[in-house]
Nanobody
């Protein structure tokens, strides 16, 4: 079994910064893509940023130039550096990963964390 645990959320004023972390643990064989999603109250969950095992990235248009995703493959950890935060960035941020376990090394499992709340005050 694999677990994703997010950390780093909190309350910040508009214009401020936060850094989210997500560490994967358990019976991990390898991890393909990792990403961050967010869900604001009354809205659908949306992709914020994603990164492949090779380091290729993509971002939602709304965060381009402000957020940076990175990962440490040795630590099975993905990060999201969020700068110039806006009240519209307020949401629960979820970590997602395509995980190949030691039990299923040829079949990726779509794995989610429980989320961390980011609140940006105006």
């Amino acid at each position: 079994q694999v677990h994703l645990v997010e950390s780093g959320g909190g309350l910040v004023q508009a214009g401020g910064s936060l850094r989210l972390s997500c560490a994967a643990s358990g019976s991990i064989f390898s991890i393909n893509a990792m990403g961050w999603y967010r869900q604001a109250p009354g809205k659908q969950r949306e992709l914020v940023a994603a990164i492949t095992s090779g380091g290729s990235t993509n971002y939602a248009d709304s965060v381009k130039g402000r957020f940076t995703i990175s990962r440490d493959n040795a630590k099975n950890t993905v990060y999201l550096q969020m700068n110039s935060l806006k009240p519209d960035d307020t949401a629960v941020y979820y970590c997602n990963a395509d995980v190949f376990t030691t039990q299923t090394p040829y079949f990726g499992m779509d794995t989610w964390g429980k989320g961390t709340l980011v609140t940006v005050s105006s």
